[in-house]
């Protein structure tokens, strides 16, 4: 059976595309990077409620390196390079190089990539920095450079296309920088480097969290605020002032790497001060549009970013307050709270609001398509069951209190730990549950057509 050909059409602006969905990828191409996401994230967990509160000691515990990378490295990377895929395919109409063996090298590479590096930081074993830069280095070297084509290749124009090609250069930086330091920790002798291992760490922090994670959050939101939270569109002014203003700020903040120290602490103070303002007026915007949106009913998914854009307000405020109150900045528990708040609070609860919404649509996008008027598929609302959703959603917001907490008394890292730990089990059964509702229609379609559709 020939796949039917579905195109969102969307009047043409600077921010909303034409959709394709017919240059969709299979759907097992996203699923496998959903799928294993939050069980790193699991693991994470364990790892705060085995160590305890010597993890919140400070920023360089092995610990706190350990738990940030399983999150930052495959929760996160996994979600966003999975979606990265589906949405350039669909927004930008690109296509990309045979996607379905991308997915089979590039998803176990940085599988194993953030095993090892967890592990290095824990065992502090310098060969495994080694490996994990070399695997690294080799699943997003392919995976850049097969985006990369596909997007400086499309046809297509606007806002959106632009935004995503900056947070590709992001993740470039961001990669390069994370190689050149995990080779740097696995060496035997320290390599003579022109900078100091401190910088290239702050340096490689921003582009990651800012360049990279939230030049897409950014990008994605022009697209899927409106379309899926039914609000106005983002204003022409700030769609072109946030990607512009925030590659700017992190390329300023850069520039610490080629300062002496005194100058340098000036600089990054004010890179970061535009950088924090920038975030928070995004923030407040999103915030802003949502309270305009036409259907009053908030989903989860609605929540999750609500608690995110909050959750951007709160560390920009904190930034200012740490840099007016030194004695506060100056704590060994600032970056910490700055961290949680970045990774759990935005991020974290952005991706996890983002795929309650993105597996029940490629389900219901990819049964139609194989199904046609053959079988009945279910509904959107009906591939996640709400009263799960919310659960999970009450027990993700819980772990954020709770590591927010642990910052402050350390004691309350096993029940912080343990609530982060049970909230992303939860988050992967309810996509278990999606991925099941899938084959079990795709199974009916296939025997109801004679085997005739393809597998995804």
Known sequence: MAPTRFTFKRPRSSVQPVLSFEQAPPISVPYRFFLTAPLFGAVAGVVL???????????????????????VVDFMLQTMCGSLMQFVAVVAGANIWRPR??????????TAGAIFLASAFLLQQKVL??????????ALGLFLTVMAIALLRTPAR????????????????????????????????????AWSL????????????????????????????????????????????????????????????????????VWQSGAALVGVLLAGLYAATTLWLQ???RRRQ????????????????????????????????????????????AIAGVFLSVITGMLYKIMPFLNWLHLQ??????VTTPNMKQMIPERAMRGQMRLHFAALGLLLAAVLWPTLALPAGLTFTASCLWLEWNLIGAARVYTGFRDQIRTSTGGAVESG
């Open 198 to 265: 401190l910088a290239l760490i702050n340096v490689h922090a921003a582009w990651g969290l800012g360049g990279w994670s939230l030049m897409l959050v950014i990008g994605v939101s022009y697209l899927v605020v409106p379309m899926f939270q039914l609000t106005p569109s983002y204003p022409a002014w700030l769609t072109r002032l946030l990607p512009a203003g925030l590659f700017l700020v992190v390329c300023l903040w850069s520039l610490q790497l080629f300062l002496p120290g005194e100058l340098m602490q």
């Open 291 to 293: 309270s305009r949106r």
């Open 49 to 71: 409620a085995v160590l305890g509160p010597e993890t919140f000691e400070s920023r360089w515990s092995s610990g706190a390196l350990a738990m940030t990378h399983l999150i």
């Open 298 to 341: 908030a989903d989860p998914t609605l929540v999750f970013w609500r608690g995110a854009m909050l959750s951007l307000l709160a560390f920009a405020l904190s930034w200012i307050v740490f840099e007016a109150v030194p004695q506060l900045g100056g704590s060994m528990g600032a970056p910490l709270w700055l961290g949680v708040l």
């Open 369 to 374: 398509q194989q199904g046609g008027t053959a």
């Open 129 to 138: 920095f080694l490996l994990a830069a070399t695997v690294f280095i080799t």
């Open 158 to 193: 606007g806002m959106s296309i632009y935004v995503l090609r900056l947070a590709l250069l992001g993740l470039l930086v961001t990669v390069a920088l994370g190689a050149t330091l995990a080779l740097t920790l696995g060496q035997e002798e320290p390599l003579q480097t």
């Open 101 to 110: 063996l991308v997915a089979h090298i590039v998803h176990p590479l940085i």
